[in-house]
């Protein structure tokens, strides 16, 4: 990660934030399509209102608040900050408008520059900490405006685009790279953040944990290979699925990963960024949940890797891949690989765990509101790690962990394959 | 109401639309507050699919669609035209914009002004009929657009306002015309409309119905006659209430009229499209369900008229009342009373009749598409009289029948009472 | 109907509920299937409360309770009498045993001798209207404890049966009387009973109706007629259906009437009392809503009669049919036609009317709790006419008005067509 | 455990579970009181079920099937046996009675008899596998049945008791052992079964984890305590709650735990297998969802104890404690400490653990049907230890994991708290 100061962090951050909104309109940055999602301006105003009520309000005593019900409206679930709107009623908001929004996340900034300046660079101070969680706060958001405009556009029969295919589509490769394990041996490994640089809290404190000998596919799961297993009748054998994931994709009348169409012409198609697009067969499958990525890799004769697995492999490799930055916003096949470490796994697509979201051993929320970020969410959710292609540059790390409940699909979400040693 | 040419009623009503559309923004036009309600931009947009659909594509040879998927997207209900989106869907759609939408209404109405060209000012042909019915829908639309965007921005803490108060709003009446009775003959009466004008199929054929003897209140409940019924806990006595009704009210957690809110400083207050305002006590009170008007009428120790009581007395009495057109947009003390007519009958707000919307003998629904248009709504729903506030200018009459489940209360409906004979 | 003494009506109906509970286990009679039926177990109990509450507790000094929490476990609705069990919930109810609900049924039995005793036989004092009431209300409960226990059995891959076929069926008349229609002339009839003998407050006060000339069939829509509206896409066609039956009926995924079941080898068959048994095409189709009843009236090109139409036509009739006392509990086929009335008008199966259940011209509910009997229910319900083959003996009559909600197919409901005058 | 043989195991369990359901109606055995919960009916079919299809059916050439629709009414969730009776429907089987179901224990256990005699006790067949396990999991069905009855018991006004309170309750203590932690050293542990005796599936395998150092508290939570918590404001207080467990704890309105109830003269009650008993502020609270134990453990300063840690104390303690065989059916007080282990670890209640329910590694599902029995449920829940009163002597041991989703009450469950080390 390139060596921000904490301004240009922030500006960089806020900056970034404004450009990903730049292709909506008033309307398309005020719906919410379902109670999950959150509307554009919804993100563009929350992540203000973070800085607003964490640092300014508390930080900057000449800060003027800069409307009386924006704390009301904005506030996301921080029960200690006090009584908010509620979620399914986001996209009701149709005022403030979008202009009043960016008004407001510019009040916010000229705010904030005054404040970053009365703060020395590499500050330690409790506000510098809470500033830098800003900016990382805001960059899950951006992931999740980018996650939440795809589902939106796709309910509308017109399939929207957001953006157009720039720079052009690698052609499908005929042949993909074949599907390998690399074996790795047990032991006591360390997982967990070991406090270098920014992490959430949930990645700590560092600590041993013993895993047995295992293997990992070198590559992610791809669209071919997710059509064999639909046609072999993944979607139709109970026995390939957990109970509740085969209760929740009946009622659901799962087929397919979420956003496929099957086109007479076209054969299948997917709904993306760029609209409604043919399948890249060697492209990773994307947008399965938990329960989905569980029955394919029974289906397999594989299993998903835990959290340690994977973050064991992933500390030794380069913290490079397909991300938001790269201007694709979908995932790529894998590259050509090299000797030395599975492919894609940063970037491109969120891979599932087998392991449920709950606290390190000896885990301590951060004390004031912020400590209401992440631990009060372990239950109920899985694990994902190693961010996808609409997640900001340098926002991921090994030690990162996303978590969503096993039925969601509209993240960028897909499977890499783990083994017991042979 | 005034001698239109059909090019001129068509012309009055497409601009009309277009005026109460121009106060709101792309996102105000855009999101639906719940099932029953629509966006505005849908309003817009389905409106001009009647014609097109019902008259254009038909009649008009050389028409060229606007686009190939508004017929899936603006169908409301047709079954015999064929599939459509998914009602509670309706906010989703953020594309086609508002100004796109605009662009549909313009390339109808340029269509139209060539068609319209092509009948006689007079002519009876179908398509003259149709087009004829198409204003009458779209007079409907008017009233449901701004019906549902008061309940849209009701749902909004900020509490928008859709227009100014202009003209002022009279002072409140210290002493409200006192309530009395007027008696009626019984006997046989003529209800239906007779077939000279415009009407609904639902108000034909004309029939004769016997009525008993019956009385008549002089003028609409006011906000002050409710809330005694309040006081006198109106809301907490199952005995006033029908059972369904009670139970809905329950569940509901209805305490007041929809839409009213408690003030500490002011007192009751009611969301309006002027937005958030004192209520005044000599006002009819509306934004009530047929349950509470059923209610109120058993605590009073009257009941609700029946639509042929309804009519009879609104057959002999001007059709003049304070309509959308008058600007206010909120239902206003009854004028002082004459000698000959009871006050308010038209305008102000819809008044609950005890009648199910149900066929009149002999009732034949229209052929074709629009015989869908109010036929197989006759179950579950009442009948409503007299147009309210934002119904536009000239569109009601004696004979006209609305009609919503007993449930509903964001429409402006009101309660005025009745009684047997002495 | 035999000239009863009250005791001996008292006695007769008494006896009858006993007799009609007497195939049943403990376990049959406390089970519940839906929210909408009650178990054999709480009929019983709830009948004897009725006498309890409304006559033995006023008026009986020397009256010992029987159990102090019957009173909160059997009251049905009652809300001036105070706080009760929640509907849904009485099939938990495994305490009281079925032969402690018996004991119940002595004790009020014991207690109601002596009462009897007090009153002159042809007393007209309120508790002698309150017992006779009391009767009929009871006599409703026999119907309503054959047809929920038919529902819940037929929720039993086992299809116990409630009763053996005794005596056999007719078999099927490959002849059925041709479907014909009688026409009567309109004009101001007299609906409602006049008040000789009993009759339940909905059905008074008598008064004038005017009526169009029509023309009601001679008999019952036959299990054959609805096979060919099903063989004609009746259930796929929603040109057909009220708005509301077709979203109901998709959403029920109705395909046939309640309780019908194809079988390779029989045909369709239907869970009848007496368990699965092929369908006779000859008799009258049976379990179908209003819905379904009005679609069907649509694609015969006719209509439901109202119920001013039927009540003129039933008027004439002799009041005899297939009831209860005729030990089939099934609908039969029509008897060969006399040509002085319809066939089937009383008995077989309830006749949907496209009326809405809703108060006569001044309608006075009775003085006190029993005031809750029937007004409280008129919205949401459509009126049906005659009895059926599970309606007691003396229980029904010309005025009678009978009422469901329009999705209801747990009643032995049919249809007979009516048409408006050539 | 005693030395049971392989016949003596299936005698003692058989006629345990016919004990346990001595005291119950036909119709108390026939109610489901919610969708969660079976009939006591059911348990008794569906146990013998298990033996029916696993063992018979496959391995006893002479047996003949009971009832040829038994397989499908009592499958529970075996999708590799075929279709069955969905599982909110079970209590409308009012047939086959408890009388037919006894009997069909009877035909089994016959059969079962016979093809013991043809099995060596010590046998390591397939079949003998699979008879124990059948016993061991009908032994887990002995206490669901218990569970079960006490939430439909618990539903009933009446408040039925389904045992008297034989031996009579200890009194009170008023000085109940003060609550104290252990510390445990950490490092490489064992978890899981080794393979000695029986056990589930997924017990196994063995194998190593790294704990850090942590403290064991030396009892479990009681009433008082819990108390102390309520009165604290514990049920009003989103801030110690997982976000998952507030939102629910609002809805379902919880304010202390599942089935207390106040009582102005009594105080805290609560319901048991005895009845409504009052509260003995000495025993172990119980019937609290993990949102509440995790809550309380956050007021407490100290969390849930993770499996590993839960199974390192109990490996190393007596396997004895308050089983059902006790006859109690409720949890005691802690007995007077021993300096050896902490109390309480075995019986009483179930100790919820915050380890959710996985896979272990190297963790494979048994072939064939009963490979369903486990695996495919270790999405969603929680793991709990140690057994309860109502968990048969004999069941449980220092790797059992139970398993219930982290909002369940209806279970004997309790809250035993751990800390980090100091």
């Given amino acids: 990660m390139p060596a921000f100061t904490l301004a240009g962090l922030y500006s960089h951050t806020r900056a970034t934030t404004a450009a990903l909104a730049a292709p909506l309109s008033d309307a398309d940055a005020t719906a919410q399509s379902m109670t999950e999602a959150s509307p554009a301006k919804w993100h ?22 800069f409307h009386p019900q924006f704390d009301y409206l904005f506030n996301s679930y921080y029960e200690s900050i006090g009584e908010r709107h509620a979620r399914p009623q986001r996209g009701l908001l149709t005022r403030p408008s979008l202009d009043e929004v960016r008004a407001y996340r510019t009040h916010v900034d000229d705010a904030m520059t005054r404040m970053l300046a009365q703060l020395a660079s590499h500050d330690q101070s409790e506000f510098a900490k809470l500033i830098e969680l800003g900016c990382h706060h805001e960059q899950q958001h951006q992931e999740l405006l980018l996650t939440d405009i795809l589902h939106l556009f796709a ?3 017109l399939r929207p685009a957001y953006h157009e295919l720039e720079p052009p589509l690698a052609q499908p490769s005929s042949t993909p790279t074949p599907l ?14 070991d406090g270098s640089g920014f992490a959430f809290d949930c990645e700590t404190p560092a600590h041993p944990v013993y895993v047995q000998p295992w293997r990992l596919a070198n590559r992610l799961i791809t669209n071919a290979e997710w059509q064999e297993f639909m046609a072999d009748g993944g979607y139709q054998n109970p026995l390939l699925w957990l109970s509740d994931g085969w209760a929740y994709a009946q009622q659901a009348q799962w087929q397919a990963p979420a956003y496929w169409q099957h086109d007479p012409q076209e054969g299948w198609c997917s709904m993306t960024l760029a609209g409604m697009q043919p399948l890249n067969p060697a492209a990773p ?26 973050e064991t492999v992933a500390r030794a490799a380069p913290l490079q891949g397909n991300f938001a930055g790269s201007g694709f916003l979908r995932p790529l096949p894998a590259p050509p690989l090299t000797q030395d470490h599975p492919a894609q796994l940063f970037g491109d697509v969120w891979e599932w765990t087998s392991s449920a979201f709950s606290p390190y051993p000896g885990f301590r929320p951060e004390p004031g509101a912020v400590g209401e970020y992440n631990g009060k969410f372990m ?21 990162y962990r ?21």
């Avoid at 994307?286 to 697995?309: K, M, N, Q, V």
């Avoid at 239950?379 to 030690?399: I, W």
């Avoid at 996303?402 to 042979?422: C, E, H, I, K």
């Fill in 44 to 65: 563009l105003a929350h992540t203000s209102w973070f800085f607003e009520t964490m640092v300014l309000k508390a930080g900057l005593p000449s800060y003027q608040e």
């Fill in 155 to 157: 309910q509308n029969p």
């Fill in 180 to 193: 390998n394990y690399t074996a790795y041996e047990g032991g006591l490994v360390t997982m967990g953040h």
């Fill in 285 to 310: 499958v994307c947008h399965i949940s938990l329960y989905e990525a569980d029955a394919f890799a029974r289906w397999a004769g594989a299993r998903l890797p835990t959290e340690a697995e994977w």
């Fill in 379 to 399: 239950s109920g959710q899985y694990v994902l790690r190693g961010g996808s292609c609409v997640t900001p540059d340098h926002h991921t790390r090994a030690t």
């Fill in 402 to 422: 996303n978590f969503f409940v096993p039925s969601a699909r509209w993240q960028f979400t897909g499977v890499r394959l783990a083994m017991d040693a042979a």
